[in-house]
């Protein structure tokens, strides 16, 4: 990936010229888009905030979330993030099976509102969207192929004692978190809110990046590139999604009119206020938690 973001970058030196980016920023665009990209700290906060089976203090969990941005550099994907906020509930006294089920409703949550967000802005913006899914009889097998998986995973597990055990122990701690958000619906929506404001942030950074270069971008486009970039770059287990994300996002705003001229000092500055600029408020963040015994 890297190689082949190198050789890209080299073929097409002349259309991108970094030489001239700085003369071309416009410095109060690229501060609203640093602002905002707080914002994402904040949403994991409240996010994580719901899905936790005790009461979270809203600014030790915010810098918890700092922290795991480091982690995220090291690790494919969130594992770096979720490891992050399994040790913090561990230490605040919470069972390891619950806080792991804690952080994978988190991400469920996550996953769901990012999902309706997509699905509210393709058909707000009466975008055409083509699934490509096979028709007749190929349809019925790709869900029969997974019945047919699960059922032989289950054999596979009841054949293994202490295997089913685990699995029962998480599956019936899913079901708790689960029942504690219905009876708390103020926790849900917590959660639910904290997992919006993460991609209206992200958003507000996007649409910020491309302006500060003259990019004439709207919310509504910047949102779904994001939604469409980002979750396509995710699908590459990368640590921090360094590269992958990247390209994805740089095809994804040149797929809708901006030439790399401006699509690749976009998403640079994008990259560097959402990530590379956390990166030493993550390290004194996790320096302080660890030193308070918190992480």
Same mark, same amino acid.
């Given at each position: 990936?890297?190689?082949?973001?190198?050789?890209?970058?080299?073929?097409?030196? @002349?259309?991108?010229?970094?030489?001239?980016?700085?003369?071309?920023?416009?410095?109060?665009?690229?501060?609203?888009?640093?602002?905002?990209?707080?914002?994402?700290?904040?949403?994991?906060?409240?996010?994580?905030?719901?899905?936790?089976?005790?009461?979270?203090?809203?600014?030790?969990?915010?810098?918890?979330?700092?922290?795991?941005?480091?982690? *995220? %550099?090291?690790?494919?994907?969130?594992?770096?993030? #979720?490891?992050?906020?399994?040790?913090?509930?561990?230490?605040?006294?919470?069972?390891? #099976?619950?806080?792991?089920?804690?952080?994978?409703?988190?991400?469920?949550?996550?996953?769901?509102?990012?999902?309706?967000?997509?699905?509210?802005?393709?058909?707000?913006?009466?975008?055409?969207?083509?699934?490509?899914?096979?028709?007749?009889?190929?349809? @019925?097998?790709?869900?029969?192929?997974?019945? +047919?998986?699960?059922?032989?995973?289950?054999?596979?597990? *009841?054949?293994?004692?202490?295997?089913?055990? *685990?699995?029962?122990?998480?599956?019936?701690? +899913?079901?708790? #978190?689960? @029942?504690?958000?219905?009876?708390?619906?103020?926790?849900?929506?917590?959660?639910?809110?904290?997992?919006?404001?993460?991609?209206?942030?992200?958003? +507000?950074?996007?649409?910020?990046?491309?302006?500060?270069?003259?990019?004439?971008?709207?919310?509504?486009?910047? %949102?779904?590139?994001?939604? %469409?970039?980002?979750?396509?770059?995710?699908?590459?287990?990368?640590?921090?999604?360094?590269?992958?994300?990247?390209?994805?996002?740089?095809?994804?705003?040149?797929?809708?009119?901006?030439?790399?001229?401006?699509?690749?000092?976009?998403?640079?500055?994008?990259?560097?206020?959402?990530?590379?600029?956390?990166?030493?408020?993550?390290?004194?963040?996790?320096?302080?938690?660890?030193?308070?015994?918190?992480?």
């Amino acid at each position: 990936m890297v190689a082949l973001i190198t050789w890209f970058a080299w073929a097409n030196w @002349a259309a991108i010229n970094p030489a001239g980016w700085l003369g071309r920023l416009h410095w109060g665009w690229a501060l609203l888009a640093l602002a905002a990209s707080a914002g994402t700290l904040a949403g994991n906060a409240f996010n994580l905030m719901g899905s936790a089976p005790l009461r979270l203090r809203f600014g030790r969990t915010m810098a918890v979330q700092s922290t795991g941005t480091v982690a *995220r %550099l090291v690790s494919p994907a969130s594992v770096g993030g #979720s490891a992050v906020n399994i040790a913090y509930l561990r230490r605040l006294g919470v069972r390891t #099976s619950a806080a792991v089920t804690a952080v994978g409703i988190s991400h469920v949550v996550q996953f769901v509102s990012t999902t309706l967000l997509l699905l509210v802005t393709l058909w707000l913006g009466n975008a055409p969207v083509h699934m490509g899914l096979p028709s007749g009889r190929y349809t @019925a097998i790709v869900p029969l192929a997974l019945l +047919v998986a699960g059922t032989v995973a289950l054999l596979i597990l *009841r054949r293994a004692p202490s295997v089913w055990a *685990r699995v029962e122990a998480l599956v019936a701690e +899913v079901r708790q #978190s689960l @029942a504690t958000l219905l009876l708390h619906p103020r926790r849900a929506v917590l959660g639910f809110g904290g997992s919006v404001l993460i991609s209206v942030a992200l958003t +507000v950074s996007l649409w910020a990046a491309a302006h500060a270069f003259g990019a004439p971008l709207g919310l509504g486009s910047a %949102l779904l590139i994001l939604l %469409l970039g980002s979750t396509a770059g995710g699908l590459i287990p990368v640590p921090g999604g360094i590269g992958a994300i990247d390209a994805c996002l740089v095809a994804a705003l040149t797929a809708s009119g901006f030439g790399l001229a401006v699509a690749v000092p976009t998403v640079a500055l994008f990259r560097l206020v959402t990530l590379w600029l956390h990166l030493p408020v993550g390290l004194a963040a996790g320096a302080v938690l660890r030193r308070r015994g918190w992480l």
